[in-house]
């Protein structure tokens, strides 16, 4: 059976990083651990940060693998990592980071779900304040 696109598992809440740079090694690490990715994939979500930046506005960043990379997702999955203080992200601030990796084109739609659930400036800002891993999760549970 496949696993769940979100397990509470694949949730950090209150994290401390210095840098986008550790920030993907995060977020890509644990869709590692947690057997979504073997570990080149992270090395491609480095590579497509090089190549464009993953910020998307409102203190969110979202990084994923690049094209080539989709021969290293085994199932579709994705991080949250809800950052303590906000790190600078090409000159932006962060303070969501939701690393993704799908399976053929599912990142597509896993993208566009996200998306529509942080376009809501009030739901943003009850992600950005969420007090809990189990409360981070209730706001994306739709996504897959």
């Known amino acids: 059976m496949a696993k769940a696109?979100?397990?509470l598992e694949?949730?950090?809440h209150g994290e401390n990083v210095q840098s986008k740079e550790d920030a993907i090694q995060t977020v890509g690490g644990l869709l590692h651990k947690n057997g979504y990715v073997n570990a080149e994939y992270v090395n491609k979500m480095m590579e497509r940060e090089e190549l464009t930046s993953t910020y998307m506005g409102n203190f969110l960043a979202i990084p994923h693998g690049t094209e080539d990379a989709k021969k290293e997702v085994i199932e579709s999955?994705?991080?949250i990592m809800l950052l303590d203080q906000p790190i600078d992200w090409d000159g932006n601030e962060v303070k969501l980071v939701i690393g993704?990796?799908?399976k053929g084109d599912e990142h597509l739609s896993i993208l566009s779900n996200i998306a529509i659930t942080c376009s809501e400036e009030d739901t943003l800002q009850q992600i950005l304040n969420a007090g809990s891993k189990e409360e981070l999760m209730s706001f994306f549970n739709e996504v897959e």
Do not use: D
Request: charged share 0%.
């Open 5 to 7: 696109v979100l397990q």
């Open 10 to 12: 694949n949730i950090l």
């Open 77 to 79: 999955g994705i991080t």
């Open 100 to 102: 993704i990796a799908g």
